[in-house]
C-alpha cells in the first residue's frame, strides 16, 4: 500500500461566514482498499452465517451481507483522520466539528468528501495601553458607617403586638391580608389582581406607599378599607408601574417596633469577633470600603472590555457563539431550578426567543475571550500549576468531591483546558485593569 497523500481543494471563505472553510478531500483508492480489507477481516472473525462456521465465512460473502456496515466502518475510520491530518498540513485549527457532504465511495475508487468547518478569526489586537478608567470614589464616610449601623438596628429589631384596643396611628405596623385588582378601565389579558395573606405596614413609614398610610391611619384592628392606588410610571415592580389598582385591606393586628440600643452589649451579640461598639464601626467601615472597592474593580473591567470589544471588530465563528449562548441559557436555567422553578414549567419555555436574546451578550463574551487571548500572547502571561491547582481545589470544595474526582471530571469532558484559559484572561484582565486605573 502507498502512502500518497490526498488529494485537497480549499475553498475561500463565504461572505456571510468569514471565518467558515470548506475542504474537498480525496483519498487513495489503495489507501482505501487497504482499509477495506481490515475491516472484512474484522467481520469474518467475528460474523454469525448460517451454514458457516464462526471464523470461516469466505470474504465475499462477508463484503456483500455486510456491505453498509463495512461501508460505515471505513468512512468513520478515514474520514477523521484524513480531514484531521489535511487541517494540520495547512495550519487551520477548525473550533467546530467538521459537516461532511459529497461523499463518494465506490468499490476501486478513490473515497471523496467535502467537509465545512469554523475556524478562529484571523486579527491583530488593537492598541490597548491607552485605554484610560476613571478611578472611582471608594471612600466610607462616618455618615456611611452610621447608616450601616441604623440598618442592622433595624433588622434585629423586635415586633410586640398591641393588645389594647385603639387605633393606628404613625410609626405603628399594621399587620394586613390584602387583595388588589387593576381599576376596570385598565383591565387586560395580562390583568391578574395581588392577593397578600399576611404582611406588616409600617404607618407613615418611609417606604410605605401614601395612600396606604392615609386610608390605614385611625382604623382599627377587625375592620376593613378599601382604597385606591395610582403607581407611578417608573414604579420598581414593573408589573404595577403605571397601574391603578383597587385595595380591599383587611386589618389584623397592630404591632409596635423596638430596635436595640446601640452599645457594646449590641455589638457582642452580632458576634463574637465584636467586643464594643468601636470594634463593629471599624469592621463595618473595612468592610464597606472592601465592597465599594470590588464593585468599582468589577465596573471597571466591565468598561475595559467594552472598550476593548469597541476597539476590534472582527468575525466570530457561529460555533463559538452557539456554545457561549448555551453556557448562558445553562446557568439561567440552573438559577430558576435553585429558586424552584419545576422541569416541565422549563420545558414550555420558548427557547428560540430565550436564545435570541442572548444573543448580543454571548457575542461579546466571545470576542472579548478572543481579544484577551492574543493579549496573553504579547504579553506573556501565563497560568502556574500553583494557580491551577488552587482553582481545582476551590471547585473541588465547592461541589463536595474529592481533587481526584473533580480532574477526572473535567478531564473527560475537555474542562481543564477551559479552566486553564479562563484563569489565564482574568490574569490578563487584572493586568490591563491595573494599568488603566
Known amino acids: 500500500m502507498t502512502t500518497e497523500s490526498p488529494t485537497t481543494d480549499l475553498q475561500p471563505s463565504e461572505q456571510t461566514n468569514p471565518c467558515k472553510r470548506e475542504l474537498s478531500i480525496e483519498i487513495p483508492a489503495d489507501v482505501v482498499a487497504g482499509e477495506s480489507e481490515s475491516v472484512v477481516q474484522r467481520y469474518q472473525k467475528l460474523a454469525r452465517v448460517p451454514g458457516f462456521r464462526k471464523g470461516k465465512v469466505p470474504a465475499s460473502i462477508v463484503r456483500q451481507r455486510f456491505a453498509d456496515g463495512i461501508k460505515g466502518e471505513i468512512v468513520e475510520a478515514l474520514v477523521p483522520r484524513y480531514f484531521r491530518e489535511e ?12 459537516r461532511v457532504t459529497d461523499l463518494h465511495f465506490h468499490e476501486g475508487e478513490p473515497l471523496t468528501f467535502k467537509a465545512s468547518f469554523e475556524i478562529l478569526p484571523e486579527f491583530k489586537v488593537g492598541p490597548y495601553d491607552d485605554i484610560r478608567l476613571e478611578k472611582p470614589d471608594t471612600t466610607v464616610s ?3 458607617v452610621e447608616r450601616a449601623l441604623t440598618n442592622l438596628r433595624d433588622q434585629h429589631a423586635t415586633y410586640t403586638a398591641v393588645e389594647e384596643d385603639r387605633s393606628l396611628t404613625d410609626s405603628d ?11 376596570e378601565s385598565e383591565q387586560d389579558a395580562d390583568s391578574k389582581p395581588v392577593e397578600v395573606d399576611e404582611v406588616m405596614v409600617e404607618i407613615g413609614g418611609e417606604n410605605t406607599i401614601p395612600q396606604f398610610s392615609e386610608n390605614l391611619r385611625g382604623v382599627k384592628a377587625g375592620e376593613q378599607r378599601t382604597f385606591d392606588v395610582k403607581y407611578a410610571d417608573d414604579f420598581s415592580d414593573k408589573r404595577l408601574a403605571g397601574k391603578s389598582m383597587t385595595y380591599e385591606v383587611n386589618v389584623k393586628g397592630i404591632k409596635t417596633r423596638s430596635v436595640p ?16 461598639l468601636e470594634e463593629l464601626r471599624k469592621r463595618l467601615g473595612e468592610n464597606m470600603r ?25 468575525p466570530v465563528p457561529e460555533a463559538m457563539l452557539d456554545q457561549q449562548i448555551d453556557l448562558r441559557l ?8 435553585a429558586q424552584g422553578m419545576r422541569t416541565e414549567d422549563m420545558k414550555r419555555m420558548d427557547f428560540a426567543r430565550l436564545r435570541a436574546g ?19 500572547d504579547d504579553e506573556k502571561i501565563e497560568v502556574s500549576d500553583e494557580e491551577f491547582d488552587r482553582e481545582l ?13 473533580v480532574r477526572a471530571r473535567l478531564t473527560q469532558d475537555g474542562g481543564l483546558d477551559r479552566i486553564r484559559h479562563r484563569i489565564r484572561n482574568e490574569k490578563t484582565l487584572d493586568v490591563l485593569y491595573r494599568r488603566s486605573a
Do not use: M
Open 87 to 98: 487541517t494540520q498540513k495547512q495550519n487551520l485549527l477548525p473550533v467546530s466539528q467538521p
Open 358 to 376: 442572548q444573543r448580543e451578550a454571548a457575542l461579546r463574551e466571545v470576542k472579548a475571550s478572543l481579544i484577551l487571548e492574543q493579549v496573553a
Open 290 to 314: 472592601a465592597e465599594k472597592q470590588h464593585e468599582a474593580e468589577h465596573r471597571g473591567k466591565d468598561q475595559l472590555v467594552e472598550e476593548l470589544v469597541k476597539r476590534n471588530d472582527f
Open 173 to 183: 405596623f399594621a399587620v394586613v391580608g390584602f387583595r388588589g385588582v387593576p381599576k
Open 393 to 405: 481545589e476551590a471547585l473541588a470544595i465547592q461541589s463536595k468531591q474529592t481533587l481526584e474526582q
Open 142 to 144: 462616618d455618615e456611611d
Open 330 to 337: 445553562e446557568r439561567g436555567l440552573r438559577a430558576l431550578a
Open 261 to 276: 440600643e446601640l452599645n457594646d452589649e449590641f455589638a457582642k451579640e452580632l458576634g463574637a469577633d465584636f467586643k464594643s
